[in-house]
C-alpha cells in the first residue's frame, strides 16, 4: 500500500528539484514512488500540474508491443501494433494512476501565488536516508495517508534533519 505525502514550497523551483531529487533516489534504490507530482500556484492565479507519469503514453507503448505480438500471429504486425497502440493510448487516457488530481487541483488553490505542492506516492523507503536529503530544501508537510503518529513522527524526523543541517552549515 502506498502513502501519500504532500510538501508546500515557496516556489515551484524548489518542488521540481525535491522531485527530481526523489526520482535519482529511486534509481538508487532508496525510495520506490508509485507517482510524484508537482502543482504549481501560477502569479496569475492558474494553477498547472506538473506529473510525471504520462498514463496515455505508458499505454500506447504497451498496446503496441502487445499489438505487435499479436499482429505477427495473423501476419500484419503494423496493423496490429497501429490498433495495439490505439487502443492502450485510449486505455492510458482513461485510466487515472496515482495521486487525485482534484485533491491536487484543490490544494493548489490554497497555495500562494508562486508556490507549489509536490504530491509523493510513497510505496516504500529508506527513511534514515531519504529525510535528510528531502529536508536540505525546506518545505512543509500538509498533508499525508499515514497514521496520526506516524505523521507526527515524520514531521519530528524533519525538523530534526533540518536542524542538524543548520547547526552543521554553521
Known amino acids: 500500500m502506498s502513502n501519500l505525502v504532500a510538501i508546500v514550497y515557496p516556489e515551484v ?32 492565479g492558474k494553477i498547472k500540474m506538473h506529473q510525471v507519469k ?14 505487435g505480438l499479436i499482429g ?3 501476419f ?15 486505455g492510458g ?7 487525485d488530481k482534484n485533491f491536487m487541483k ?19 523507503s529508506t527513511p534514515d536516508k531519504v529525510i535528510p536529503e528531502v529536508a536540505q530544501y525546506g518545505g512543509e508537510i500538509v498533508k499525508t495517508s499515514l497514521s496520526n503518529d506516524a505523521e ?8 530534526a534533519a533540518q536542524a542538524s543541517q543548520a547547526s552543521a552549515s554553521r
Open 106 to 124: 484543490e490544494l493548489g488553490t490554497k497555495l500562494q501565488p508562486g508556490g507549489a505542492a509536490l504530491f509523493l506516492l510513497i510505496v516504500q
Open 76 to 90: 500484419v504486425p503494423f496493423l496490429g501494433m497501429a490498433a495495439g497502440a490505439a487502443a492502450g493510448a485510449a
Open 93 to 99: 487516457a482513461m485510466t487515472d494512476l496515482g495521486v
Open 72 to 74: 505477427m500471429l495473423f
Open 13 to 44: 523551483q524548489t518542488a521540481i528539484q525535491v522531485r527530481d531529487k526523489l526520482l535519482d533516489m529511486q534509481r538508487q534504490k532508496l525510495i520506490t514512488l508509485e507517482d510524484a507530482a508537482v502543482v504549481e500556484k501560477r502569479p496569475d
Open 54 to 67: 504520462s498514463p496515455v503514453g505508458s499505454g500506447a507503448a504497451w498496446g503496441a508491443v502487445w499489438g
Open 152 to 159: 507526527e513522527q515524520l514531521k519530528e524526523a524533519v525538523k
